[in-house]
């Protein structure tokens, strides 16, 4: 049964700073995975998606590596602002192109300015 | 609509009452998910429609829960006799069966608060 796992469960970063949230998941026979953004009483706002095939994608400040024979990915947000905070979570999506996704507990992130 | 349309926002429920979630997902999507996100936790699959046939109910948690997609497009989830156990945020997502990167759109989601 895929598990996803990420760390750390929160964090807190003054403005500016660079910063990493780490994702990983048990069984690397995945079809994509996905980043995405939830705020406070809000839906999943979706920020990449990787095809199995690709090593990395990125949209402005933000830039997610897979590496899937190891099970893992990370997403690097560069200089933080304080409109990043908000709780991220990384997906994975198997069983084909229609797979549902499985999801992490998710990293709560805060950007003090 | 532009978006995942999802009603009411927030229910309360007393117990043992039954509730219905309504899901308006992006016009044209063939396929629609149901999650459950209890708080803290990340979100849980539980059932999946492509246009009206519901191909996947694996994460369904018991037989109280219920969902349809009668027309391919409106799906309500319902839920009987309501526990406490149930509440949770009900999020629900469309995607597109042509689009290439098969990218789920998500509602804001339904609160439903069990008394």
């Known amino acids: 049964k895929q598990e996803v796992t990420q760390i750390p469960a929160a964090l807190s970063v003054p403005e500016g700073e660079n910063l990493v949230l780490n994702c990983s998941f048990t069984?690397?026979?995945?079809?994509?995975l996905q980043w995405f953004r939830q705020d406070p009483g809000k839906g999943l706002t979706s920020l990449l998606l990787?095809?199995?095939?690709?090593r990395e994608q990125t949209s402005g400040r933000l830039n997610a590596s897979l590496d899937k024979s190891s099970g893992r990915s990370t997403l690097y947000i560069a200089a933080s602002q304080p409109g990043d905070s908000a709780t991220y979570l990384c997906?994975?999506?198997?069983?084909?192109?229609?797979?549902?996704?499985?999801f992490g507990k998710g990293t709560k992130l805060s950007v003090k300015p | 609509g532009a978006g995942v349309s999802q009603s009411p926002r927030y229910k309360v429920a007393k117990r043992g009452q039954d509730v219905a979630l309504r899901c308006d997902p992006i016009?044209?999507?063939?396929?629609l998910f149901w999650y459950q996100q209890a708080l803290g936790q990340g979100p849980e699959f539980l059932t999946y429609f492509q246009n009206e046939a519901q191909l996947d109910k694996s994460g369904l948690p018991s037989d109280r829960f219920f969902a349809e997609r009668p027309e391919g497009s409106v799906s309500t989830l319902k839920i009987q006799r309501t526990q406490q156990e149930d509440s949770a945020v009900y999020l629900c997502?469309?995607?597109?069966?042509?689009?290439?990167?098969?990218?789920?759109?998500f509602g804001a989601g339904t609160r439903l608060s069990v008394l």
């Open positions: 997906a994975v999506r198997q069983g084909g192109s229609q797979g549902n996704l499985i």
């Open positions: 997502a469309s995607s597109s069966r042509g689009e290439a990167k098969n990218i789920q759109y």
């Open positions: 990787i095809q199995s095939s690709q």
């Open positions: 016009s044209g999507h063939v396929s």
């Open positions: 069984d690397s026979a995945i079809y994509n």
